[in-house]
């Protein structure tokens, strides 16, 4: 089977840094993904790992372990847009194919 | 690329009817996932298409949910006959790389 946890809510106040974990279980891997979510909206993609470390993109970063079957979602420089739900995502490769299966989110909430 | 289109946005029909969702995903992807969201259940995957093939139909809720690819252009999700439990958004996404999914703004589905 495949499961994904996160946890379910987060709170911090503009211009901060917040890391969202996400930790998972599944017959096969293939990678971590992270998507953003604003309400009403579709997710959107952030960054993806498919090796272990970290990788950076603008205020953003993700952060995989694969031996601890573990990845963050780092956000630095807080910003009222970035209330939204975070989901990590993993790239599971089955007998059938490769699908994405996604955590249950977290909501961020940023505080001015 | 307009990005992967979903018809309708809005949907809202009586318990009993029949409603089909539509989907066109972004030229040239040959992943094709439909999920479904809802706060209790978060992002559910139901089936997913390989080349217009359905690899994996096991989230499939029920007999009453069908899905189909007639070409490497168009997708549906039928629901008949459809349940008030049947409410939630439902996205179409696609990919090329396995990376990244780009998802649909979704149809948000009310059965009354």
């Known amino acids: 089977g495949q499961s994904l946890e996160q946890p379910s809510e987060v709170t911090a106040v503009e211009g901060a840094i917040v890391q969202i974990n996400c930790t998972y279980q599944?017959?096969?891997?293939?990678?971590l993904s992270w998507y953003q979510q604003h309400d009403g909206g579709a997710p959107t993609f952030l960054s993806y790992?498919?090796?272990?470390g970290l990788e950076e993109t603008g205020r953003f970063s993700s952060f995989l372990s694969r031996s601890d079957s573990y990845g963050y979602l780092l956000l630095q420089e807080l910003q009222m847009k970035d209330s939204a739900s975070y989901f990590c995502?993993?790239?599971?490769?089955?007998?059938?194919?490769?699908?994405?299966?996604f955590g249950p989110g977290t909501r961020l909430s940023v505080l001015p | 690329d307009a990005g992967v289109i979903q018809s309708p946005r809005h949907e809202v029909t009586e318990m009993g009817q029949e409603v089909t969702l539509r989907c066109k995903p972004i030229s040239g992807h040959d992943y094709l996932f439909w999920y479904r969201q809802t706060m209790m259940r978060g992002l559910e995957l139901l089936i997913y298409f390989n080349n217009n093939v359905p690899i994996d139909d096991s989230g499939m809720p029920e007999d009453r949910f069908s899905a189909k690819m007639p070409n490497a252009s168009f997708s549906t999700l039928k629901i008949q006959p459809s349940e008030p439990r049947d409410s939630a958004v439902y996205f179409c996404?696609?990919?090329?790389?396995?990376?990244?999914?780009?998802f649909g703004q979704g149809t948000r589905l009310t059965v009354v």
């Open positions: 996404a696609s990919t090329i790389d396995g990376l990244v999914a780009f």
């Open positions: 599944t017959s096969g891997f293939y990678g």
């Open positions: 995502a993993v790239r599971d490769e089955d007998n059938y194919g490769q699908n994405f299966v």
């Open positions: 790992n498919g090796l272990d």
